[in-house]
């Protein structure tokens, strides 16, 4: 089945720091990934669509300049938290849009989520 | 703005009981409703889809839509103890394949 890993599980550093999140699909070409921001007994919010090679839509509220995202190809995004401070401490999600899969039922494959911790 | 929303719970059943869990959506055109299951930590899984008014059936699984009152629902029969999860109410917005989640329903089941 299409698998999609996300890199790292968990990241623990200090206030200020720049933090990179890798989204891959391993068995699949993703054209469309999503990044997801979920706080603790909180729902998944969608933060920004990333399309292959052109810019990333990003929704209502969020810090564009804060969360940087590149699609440069079909089987990679990156989130970049760029000078991340404790409010932006949140597990991290993304997920791949299959469009063979999705007309089978399965919407999007999510990532294992990166567990984020600014100090 | 399109919504979605559920109940936040925590729901509790005793083990072997039905649970009953409930959404509705704000956007009439919406097409396309999935169940997503999430355990503490972890990232969610698809558990059912649902596209068509009416029930559909999957092993211990019923998903229930009703277009017309804008009502998905999700129970679950002869609940277990591995069954304590969140379950995600998402629903899909053709432009862009977007998913929109629920808040989520915290389950639990005491054996």
């Known amino acids: 089945g299409a698998v999609v890993s996300q890199h790292p599980s968990r990241v623990i550093c200090k206030s200020g720091t720049s933090v990179k999140i890798e989204c891959r699909s391993l068995?699949?070409?993703?054209?469309?990934m999503f990044w997801y921001r979920q706080f603790p007994k909180k729902s998944l919010m969608l933060m920004a669509t990333s399309n292959e090679g052109s810019k990333a839509t990003y929704e209502q509220g969020v810090e564009k300049d804060k969360f940087l995202i590149n699609h440069a190809s079909l089987t990679l995004s990156t989130l970049t938290v760029t000078s991340a401070h404790p409010e932006d401490s949140s597990f991290y999600i993304c997920?791949?849009?299959?469009?063979?899969?999705?007309?089978?039922?399965?919407?999007?494959?999510f990532g294992d989520g990166t567990r984020l911790s600014i100090l | 703005q399109k919504e979605v929303e559920q109940n936040s719970g925590p729901l509790s059943v005793p083990e072997g009981a039905i649970a009953s869990l409930n959404c509705t959506y704000s956007?009439?055109?919406?097409?396309?409703f999935f169940w997503y299951r999430q355990y503490s930590g972890k990232s969610p899984e698809l558990i059912m889809s649902?596209?068509?008014?009416g029930d559909k059936e999957d092993g211990r699984f019923t998903a229930q839509l009703n277009k017309a009152s804008q009502y998905v629902s999700l129970l679950i029969r002869d609940s277990q103890p591995s069954d304590s999860a969140t379950y995600l109410c998402a629903v899909l917005y053709n432009q862009g394949g977007k998913l929109i989640f629920g808040q989520g329903t915290e389950l639990s089941v005491k054996p």
């Open positions: 649902i596209y068509s008014n």
């Open positions: 956007d009439r055109g919406s097409q396309s």
């Open positions: 068995d699949f070409q993703a054209t469309t």
């Open positions: 997920s791949a849009r299959d469009l063979w899969t999705g007309s089978l039922g399965q919407p999007q494959h």
